[in-house]
């Protein structure tokens, strides 16, 4: 469906996005930290700050507070600087007159920074966690239904052919689509060699086959020696259009 084809995209496309984000501010540190002066600075405040979509829990706290440290720190040159972490929490992790050590640049102090592993590389983490789940998400969501259609167009090419019966046609409710669910198809089939009986399932479709199916006789195509992997032949069916 259209609608899913064009989430899957959106998703990888999102996942890449933040990937290459988290690599700059990755770089960005790694460059920074080279030319780096290490100094002490001191915790002067902690910057509390409230998100515009804040909501009360039960006690009436802020759910959604952070708190930021601001540190003074004193340059080689005798500049006294002040400089607001960008990097916040809760409960704080650091608290007011607390000791800190600090990195900066000579070019630019203003932008320095805590030298705490989250202070300097929290953003990185944050956005290539985040793009690893999309990208992984969104890039499964286009590989497998790929090698999915691989494995049955083998299936129909190399596999044995064996008429099953056809049981009834199921609703997929696991799955939802612009609120709507797909249908399977569910045929069964007693090998006679081991007298097993095997149940199959077809794969989606997305409107109800029922007043399609003339024949109790389905093909289904089945890996020679192991009917668990199978396609059921589909091919009588009309094809929906877009």
Known sequence: MKTLTF????????????LIASAYFYNST????????????????????VSKDDVKDPNGLHASVSYKPVVDFVTGNGEKIRFFSI??????????????????LTASPNNAKIFDFFSLWGVALILGSGGGVFFLVGSGMILVPRLKENRDQYLREQGVPIKTEFQRVVKDESLEVNGRNPYRILTQWQNPSTSEIHVFKSN????????HIKSRQITVFIERDNPKKYVVDLSFLPVMSD
């Open 7 to 18: 989430i899957k995209y959106i998703v990888t496309l999102l996942g890449m996005c933040l």
């Open 30 to 49: 790694s460059n920074f930290l080279k030319e780096a002066i290490k100094t002490e600075g001191t915790v002067v405040e902690l910057d509390r700050t």
């Open 87 to 104: 990097v916040g929490s809760n409960p704080p992790i650091y608290y007011k007159g607390q000791k800190v050590e600090v990195v900066y």
């Open 204 to 211: 989606n479709l997305w409107y109800d086959p029922t007043s």
